[in-house]
């Protein structure tokens, strides 16, 4: 199945976007194991994410699901994760929470089914997951270098990518609250436009900081009370049409009011409980350039 591929930047306008439906898999999550704040509902989990999927479509999305069953992977339905998608074809990677690793080999052969050809495969002792790479612009990438993605990753990531002349920078992430908990680069982090992102600066690592200030990026603060409901976790659907996570008021006004058509969503089970927003349960395939 031929189909449009390549997503080397955030925000222009989405065509086509990977997405796991809610299974049982996640629905029997053990929320300790998972560090998940409880166990998810799934019969709601499904209601939230097809209204989800409902809106990506009707901002003008191709929704495809990525539906092979993958057993005792409850973090199987972010499928931002397990892989990088390019100009040149998927890049897939490996995953640094030890409960994920399979899912890359199962989007793979999604991939394959798709006819989008792959263009790496991290291997050996490399660690890196999507939710620490932000494209900064369609030939940069950022890498966070964490609990999630290590100095191999980054190194086999930079390797993969030169064919294609990308250049990668690596951004080194802060402890925060420790190895068990999700805290990637785009945890503090959303583009919203090709010069403008939401950002948590207290999380920032400052040399990051000042190399986007060089590339004249409008930085938007959020509000700090509204940064562990994912306030941060922002999904542009095109330059200034964004995508969030409802109960951040503050939040959305300050986007409204800085020009964007703000879209919310209902994630109590699957984000909320489970640790992932809407960039985190999207894969986009193909974004259309300006």
Known sequence: MNRHYGCQDMVSPLRTVLVKRPDAAFGSANAQAWH?????????????????????????????????????????????????????????????????????AAMA??????????????????????????????DTLAVGLGFRTNAEGLRQLRAALAGIGVKVIAVELPYFTGPEACLHLLSMISIIDYHTAVVHTPLMAVPFWQELRRREFTLMEIPASE??????????????????LEGNPLTKRLLENAGCEVMTYRGNEISLKAEGGPTCLTRPLWREYP
């Open 36 to 104: 998940y704040a409880a166990r998810p509902n799934l019969s709601i989990a499904q209601e939230e994410h097809d209204a989800l999927t409902d809106t990506l479509r009707k901002s003008g999305a191709e929704v495809i699901y990525h539906d092979e069953y993958q057993p005792d992977h409850a973090d199987a339905i972010f499928a931002f994760d397990p892989s990088l998608v390019t100009d040149g074809g998927a890049i897939i990677l490996s995953m640094g929470k030890e409960k994920r690793r399979g899912e890359e």
């Open 109 to 138: 052969r999604t991939y394959e089914r798709l006819g989008i050809p792959i263009l790496a495969t991290l291997h050996g002792d490399a660690r890196a997951e999507g939710g620490d790479l932000l494209w900064v612009d369609h």
């Open 227 to 244: 940064y562990n409901m994912m306030a941060t976790n922002v999904l542009a659907l095109a330059p200034r049409k964004c995508l969030m």
